[in-house]
């Protein structure tokens, strides 16, 4: 016998949501805007009732709007398409890359998730989309973020076309690009003086206070809800596929959280009879920048134990020096099987540089990082060069155009002429 549902205050729409869990000791609490658990201050996440997603189907979804909400029966919120603040993110290319599966040496069929098709051009759409659509419902009247760059684009956007104000923190040394296009919005934006752990540490505490009581920040205190949208990159490769997975997937690591809701979303669709279970199960591999490590030198120094650093390097999206998922990426990673590397600047412009001449797809740092650390698990023998993979790229190149400025330019550069054509040897 299914449960009642437990609709989330202010949703028309019913979720199968069914309280907020600690990852941790397994307590539970109800749903509202709370990350920490109130026993062992362990990172809370959504469960859900289980008959209730067990009713699910392929033709459900398939019937869906093309968007992350078509996977909506298995998120928290936004079952009901009027209650969502939301720029539909989602139903992003999943394109076959077979000149960079030549390149770097593999051999199965090779795909990248090209996410940075979403609205303002990172995965962070899906997260925020979940987020804020939970915001609204729970009364909030501003919505805010501390954010590597991304994040504070996405949660400025969605501000602007749900009409709140919005309130976002960034490092102040964050790229122009990224820093032009979270202003353009409108809303406003802190530029603090440090890291994204101390934007990160600042909002922690902001929360506390009077003034922000009525602030939703999106990766802090709506954390189990923002995770949670990541889980539809899992999904949609797996639609997109054939309701199947891939035995081997490379994500990027900042927190770390994307790459526990991938494997997440593959548990969910086999354990949902959505997808058959592959045979050899699936391998989750993680990639950072030599810049901001902390997660893949634990895996590499075979301890529990993240030691955070202070981020350097072109990856800012990335540099999050004490991640808060870090432990259940590691989790993730040896459960499967998997493994993580990191790589340098030097490489993931290179990576960048290749992405673009194998696949047209123009990635920023952190799909250059992917990239890079694909290439570098085929060479070091970490994965299985014959068996089908999918990377992950979630940003936009055009937004870390510093990046890779100086490194690629005009190949020529001629007078309008027949003869400067000739001289240049275009011409014969
Ligand atoms: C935020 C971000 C990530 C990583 O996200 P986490 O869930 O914090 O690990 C990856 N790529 C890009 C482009 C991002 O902006
Ligand atoms: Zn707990």
Redesign the pocket.
Known sequence: MALPAVPLAGLAGVSAARCLICRNCGTEAPLRAQHACHSCFGPLEIGYDSDLLARVTREQIEAGPKSMWRYAPLLPVGQDAAERVTLDPGYTPLVRASALADAVGVRAPLWVKD??ANPTH???DR?VSVALTAARAFGFTRFACA?????ANSVAAHAARAGVPSMVFIPADLEAGKVLTTAVYGGDVVAVDGSYDDANRLCSELTETDEFEQTAFV?VNLRPFY?EG?KTLGYEVAEQLGWRLPAQVV???????????VDKAFAELVELGLVGAPPEGWRVFGAQSSGCSPIAAAMHAGVDEITPVRPTGIAK??N?GD???GLY?LESVRRTGGWMDHVTDDDIREGIRLLARTTGIFA????G??VAVLRKLVTTGKLDPDAETVV?????GLKTLDAIDGSVGPTYRIRPSLRAAKEAQLIG
């Open positions: 996410d940075s990172s995965f962070k997260v954010s590597t760059g991304n994040l990766n995770a990541s994500i990027p690591m900042a927190s770390g959280e994307l790459l526990t809701k999206s990335l999050i991640p808060a998922a990426a920023e740092t952190a799909g990082v992917t992950f790229n979630t940003g936009e």
